[in-house]
Every structure is written in C-alpha cells, then in structure tokens.
C-alpha cells in the first residue's frame, strides 16, 4: 500500500513537472511567435503602393446635401491611398462611444477629410480677402504660390492625427505614461501629446517618400510638413523656424482654436445626434485673420467670430460631459489600457514588440492580437473578452469633484499655476497637485504613482484580492489647464492682438465654471464586486478626496 502511494506521488510529481514544461513552452511560443505574427499583421500598412493618379472624391454628410462633398486633386492620391493613412478607416473617432451612441462608428479617417476641408476653406478666404493685419496691406503672392499654400495645408491637415493608435484617444493616458517614451526628449518637449508624437515619427519614418513626392511639384518636402505638424511651432534639427504663411497654416493645423476642433466637434455632435455640440464652423473659418508678427503671420479671430467662438466653446463643454468623458467610454478605455499592459508585461515581455509597433495596430486587430495570444488565465484575454461582450465595469459614484488649479497674478495668461487653497487635503491629493505643476518625466511619474496609491486603497477598503477589479481614472492634465482661453484674437484697435481671456473675462469666468465639472477622479469596479465592498471603496474615495475641515 505504502509503495502504491509513493508510486502516484511520484507520478502526480512527474505529471505536474511535465505541465510545467510545456507551459514555459508555450510561453516561449508566444514570444515568439508575437513579433511574426505583429510584424506580419503592420506590413500592409507601412508598404506605399503607386495608386493610379485619379480625383478622389468622398460624400461627407457632415457638411450637409448642397456640399456634401470633399474633393482632392489627383496629384494627392498617393498620400491619401498610402495605406498608413488608410488604416485609420479602421480606427473609430470616437473609441467606446458606441456603447451608448450606436451611429458613432465614425472612423478617424473621416475627421482627417473633414479638417483638410476646412484648411482648405479657411486658406481659400484668407487669400480671397486679400488683407494682412495690422499693417492692412495686400497679399502679395502669385495665384500659383496660393494653389501651393492651399494644397500644403491640405496635406498637413490630413496628416495631423495619423499617429493615433486603436481606438483613438483610448490609449493615450496609458501612452502618457509610457516609460519609453518619457525617456525621449523629443515627446516630452511635445507636452505629453502621444498623438503628436508618433505623427511626427510616422511622417519621418514611413510617409517622407511620399510626401516628397506629392510635394515635388508644389514646392515643399516632408521636411516641412513635420515642421508644420510639430506643436512646438519651432525648428527641427536647427533648421530655420516657420516663416510668412507657414506658420498660419500651423496654426490652423495645431492651436487652441484650430480646424482639427472645428471638424471634430461637428462631427462627433452629428454622428453622436447630440445637438448641443453643433456649431457654426463656415463662420468660424470666415473670421480667422493673418497678423503679421515679424516675419511670421499668424492666425487670429476678428470680433465677427466671437459669438460663433462661445458657441463651440459650450458645445466642446457638452460634448466633453455628455459624450467624452461619459463613464462607460472611460471605463472601456480603461479595461483596454490595462489589457495592453498586462499584455505587453506578460506575453509581450523580452518579445521585443514596443508599445510604437502596437499602435499601428487598427481595433480590430489590437483585440485579435491578445485574444490570439493570450490564455483565458490571464488578465489581458478577461478584460479584451468582456469589452467584446460589452461587459463594461460599473461606475462607483461618489459626486466628488477636485478643485482647479488656481491662477497665479505673475503667471503667464492661460496657464495655471498653483494648487487649490484648501484647508486641508490628504497627502496623496495635495501631492497629485504638486505633481501638475511639473513638467515631463516628473509630472507623469507623480501623476501614475498617484492614481496607484489611490487605486491600492481602495481596493484595500473593498478587500479586493485582483488589481484589476478596479481601475481608478483621473481627469487628463490638460484638463486643469485648458488652452480655451489663449485663443487668440484681434484687438478692437486691429493693430495687436489679446487672448480670449483677457478681452473677454465673463468667458473666462465660464471656461473655469465649464473647467470644474470635468474633475472628477472616476472609480470602475467589475461587475463581480458586491455591493457591500462597492460602499466600503466608496466611503474611502469620500474620505481621499474630499476636503477637510480646518482645525481649530
């Protein structure tokens, strides 16, 4: 009897060891499999093809049933049909909407039309009027340097949003605070703009040839296409910065009132139904002016657009609320930042694979790839499988809103710089505000380890055994320094110019009322946390977030 247990111990032993190989196997397997697989999936889209040169025209019922339609020359058909810029059809504008909004399946590469149509406009009126501010002097181009202005600011604006990854804007907090990306200059110097950034990579990397080709004939390069892309607004590689139009084409591309706002706010409002996003964008386009600042025009908004300004302020407001921070989409998102991580961590770790080469991914093919990849024990394969389902986890609502930043007297116009003068705050929180003031590396180091301070108590409170079962998201920095108010306008003299916020205080005044109520830290729990740990981690976020009472 004795021998007979010894011998199945032996062989549960041996049974056990063998499982153990072939689960470090199949591990083995999957990393390397991974780079094949990933490699083999992005090779469509970074190969150019040589598309027959032919009008492109596409019906856009954004811009209505009189001229609803956006018309390229056949000159840009290489650009436009580089499959690069083609994936984003298959990128959704508006990542998770859908959840809630069915018809909002629009892709991203809807918008991008939608923005060189309105480039297109607003240079077409600009150079129609035929006026430079202050000095009210002509425009003294040829009618064939006009055509090469147009067509340049066509391009950028096409070009402008080429670096989003799946699902749009879903992975972009992620991204933010993506180690191998803080560790370059380059993004850090872009503000934390992971969408800026990879443009500007995928422009250098993958579209030059063609850009260059494309602009052979009008005159510019892929050069200065990255330099118009580039918020820094400032030289690349030491070369001279942007000069006479160029910086007026930059920013309508890229300010704080640009055409890519204008298209995506009317779009979105359209595909979403929701009424109060629309605006006014033909008036919009038509009150934008050159003023000449040394050798660089400028774009600016005369005192005709400043209703129309207002108008798609409160609709960038509703549609904020109402659509882009609505809690299931946050939740999504969220669910998907954490399965890319735990995917890259897992699966993807010692592959090789960076989170670059992921973001050239479509959605479809991000949610194939771990799905493909990955086993039902892991994290990755729940929470890809659950989004799948719509199986979205559940909001803990806890109408707790974080303070703004406060304005210093000596700081720059549009740029917050201290934190709340509150009683109170606890260490955490007081230290999250410090953190908003840095800059960089410091800044989203402060920000991540934060929000997982927050995260770990409150799944403490809840007594929850899994991280993943609740996932804490926090409002985006540009949220509490918003660049509405640095809107640039032409003062009533029409011989300088002034932000928005300094000639107009009561927006100012609206903007931070507006500002508020997107401060909110949102607190996603899955659907398997009962109710009594739901008010456990609820009672906790009240007493993490909210103020204190002064002491006496």
């Keep these: ?61 954004v811009l209505g049933t009189v001229h609803g339609q956006i018309e390229f020359d056949k000159d840009l058909a290489p650009l436009i049909m580089h499959p690069i810029v083609q994936r984003l059809n298959y990128v959704r504008q508006l990542s998770f909407s859908f959840f809630e909004f069915p018809t909002a399946s629009h892709s991203r590469l809807t918008h991008l039309f939608g923005s060189a149509y309105n480039a297109e406009s607003a240079l077409r009126k600009v150079l129609k009027r035929n006026i430079i501010f202050p000095s009210l002097d002509a425009i003294v181009i040829s009618d064939e340097e006009k055509e090469r202005l147009i067509t340049l600011g066509k391009v950028a604006a096409i070009l402008h949003d080429i670096g989003h990854g799946p699902f749009g804007h879903a992975l972009d907090k992620y991204l933010s605070l993506n180690k191998p990306f803080l560790q370059r200059a380059e993004y850090v110097e872009l503000q934390d703009k992971p969408d800026k950034f990879l443009s500007l990579e995928y422009v250098r990397k993958y579209l030059a040839p063609t850009i260059d080709e494309v602009g052979r004939e009008f005159g510019f390069d892929a050069d200065l296409v990255s330099r118009l892309l580039d918020s820094r607004k400032k030289a690349i590689d030491g070369k001279d910065h942007l000069v006479a139009f160029h910086r007026f084409i930059a920013d309508l591309i890229d300010s704080a009132l640009d055409v890519d706002r204008m298209d995506y706010l009317a779009r979105d409002a359209y595909f979403t139904g929701m009424s109060s996003g629309t605006i006014n964008t033909s008036r919009l386009l038509s009150s934008l002016v050159p003023f000449q600042l040394g050798d660089q025009y400028t774009a600016v908004f005369d005192s005709s657009g400043i209703t129309f300004i207002e108008q798609l302020l409160y609709a960038r407001f509703s549609m904020y609320v109402n659509c882009y921070e609505r809690p299931k989409k946050l939740a999504a998102e969220a669910m998907l930042s954490q399965a890319v991580d735990d995917f890259l961590s ?93 800059d960089g590396i410091e800044r989203a180091t402060i920000y991540s380890n934060t929000i997982d301070e927050w995260a770990t108590s409150l799944r403490t409170a809840g007594s929850l055994q899994e991280p993943h079962m609740l996932l804490v998201v926090a409002p985006a920095f540009e949220a509490f320094d918003p660049r509405d108010k640095a809107i640039i306008l032409l003062s009533e003299d029409r011989n300088s ?56």
Excluded at 21 to 44: G, M, S, V
Excluded at 421 to 435: K, N, V
Excluded at 513 to 531: H, K, N, P, Q, Y
């Design 1 to 61: 009897m004795k021998l007979t247990l010894e011998s199945q111990k032996q062989e549960l032993i041996k049974k056990n060891q063998l499982l153990l190989t072939q689960r470090d196997e199949l591990e083995r397997y999957r990393k390397q499999k991974l780079p094949t697989l990933l490699q083999k999936t992005l090779r469509p889209w970074v190969q150019s093809w040589n598309p027959k040169p032919e009008p492109i025209t596409y019906n856009d019922p």
């Design 346 to 438: 897992g699966v993807g770790k010692d592959s090789g694979i960076t989170i670059s080469e992921i973001m050239l991914l479509t959605d479809e093919e991000l949610i194939d790839t771990i799905l493909l990849l990955s086993d039902e024990s892991m994290m990755c394969y729940n929470l890809v499988t659950d989004l799948a389902k719509g199986k979205i986890y559940d909001e803990i609502e806890t109408n707790v809103r974080l303070p703004p930043l406060t304005q210093d007297a000596e700081a720059d116009e549009g740029r917050a710089s201290a934190v709340p003068d509150l009683a109170e705050m606890d260490p955490t929180l007081l230290h999250f505000y410090e953190g908003l003031l840095s």
């Design 497 to 552: 110019t002034t932000s928005l916020g300094e000639q107009y205080p009561r927006l100012k005044r609206a903007l931070t009322d507006w500002t508020a109520e997107r401060l909110r830290v949102r607190i996603f729990v899955s659907r398997e946390v009962g109710e009594t740990q739901r008010q456990k981690i609820r009672a906790k976020a009240k007493e993490i977030f909210s103020p204190r009472k002064k002491r006496k």
